[in-house]
């Protein structure tokens, strides 16, 4: 999904969306090159073409406004994977995921800050309340994806549960903490894959996936709903 959900087909219900897009794209450059502590909401508004009062009406506060930065690079990322795992259910495997997740947070500088806990990028919004949920439901949503996988003999049964999610995690924030600028992308992207290939998967693993994406599609629109009612509460509409 690359814009804010709209429910109503109203002409100023969608204008009010594509401006609130607009905010939040002006936003997230911002976020990217200045990081949160230099940004103002004059200069968003400047970027955005808009009046600052105009972000107001959308985003009561400028910390609503980076929530809804980060919230979006989220729903973008969870909504590619399902769509992922939709056009092949091979693509729920760990070492598949563990790829796809690499390839699109190194793309994302948003996302990748976000995964990593780049306080330079996010300055205060790290320490944001509302932020804190965002690492937890992460490993909730990994650990939740995991058990799948072991209860369909897609993922190993040998390990404990919370190291195997303590171990994806890691992987993935490893690479993004410490290569963003790797020059061998895909390079990169294919050793990680093979690294939790190895640590993750049964032998049996790419046999029969398709009950276990049958499972994790369901947990992965679970998540985006949960994720647009996030965003909800960070719009003024």
């Known amino acids: 999904m690359d814009q804010i959900e709209r429910r109503a087909a109203d002409p100023v ?8 897009d607009r905010i939040i794209d ?16 004059g200069e968003v508004a400047r970027r955005a073409g808009v009046g600052k009062g105009t972000v107001y009406l959308h985003f009561p506060t400028k910390e609503a406004l980076f929530l809804a930065v980060l919230t979006r690079s ?17 693509a729920v495997l760990p070492g598949r995921v563990a790829r796809f997740g690499y390839r699109r947070l190194r793309e994302d500088p948003i ?3 976000l995964f990593t806990g780049d306080a330079d990028t996010l300055g205060a919004l ?3 309340p509302e932020l804190g949920d965002v690492p937890q439901e992460r490993d909730r949503v990994i650990g939740d994806y995991l058990a799948i996988l072991r ?5 190993r049964t040998d390990d404990d549960p919370e190291q195997q999610r303590h171990g994806f995690v890691a992987l993935l924030t490893g690479y993004l903490a410490t290569e963003p600028g790797a020059p061998d992308a ?3 992207a294919d050793f990680v894959a093979r690294i939790a290939g190895a640590a993750f998967e049964t032998p049996a693993a ?11 599609r369901a947990l992965l629109h679970r998540t985006l709903d949960q994720l647009h009612q996030r965003l909800s509460r960070q719009f003024a509409f």
């Open 111 to 113: 996302g990748r800050a």
């Open 151 to 155: 209860e369909h003999g897609v993922a």
């Open 186 to 188: 895909e390079g990169t």
């Open 74 to 90: 989220v729903v973008v990322l969870v909504d590619a994977l399902t769509r992922e795992i939709d056009d092949d259910p091979a």
């Open 26 to 41: 002006a936003a997230g450059r911002l976020l990217v090159s200045w990081g949160y502590q230099r940004i103002t909401i």
């Open 126 to 128: 790290a320490h944001s």
């Open 206 to 216: 790419d046999r029969s996936p398709d009950p276990a994406a049958q499972q994790v």
């Open 13 to 20: 219900d969608v204008e009010r969306g594509l401006r609130a």
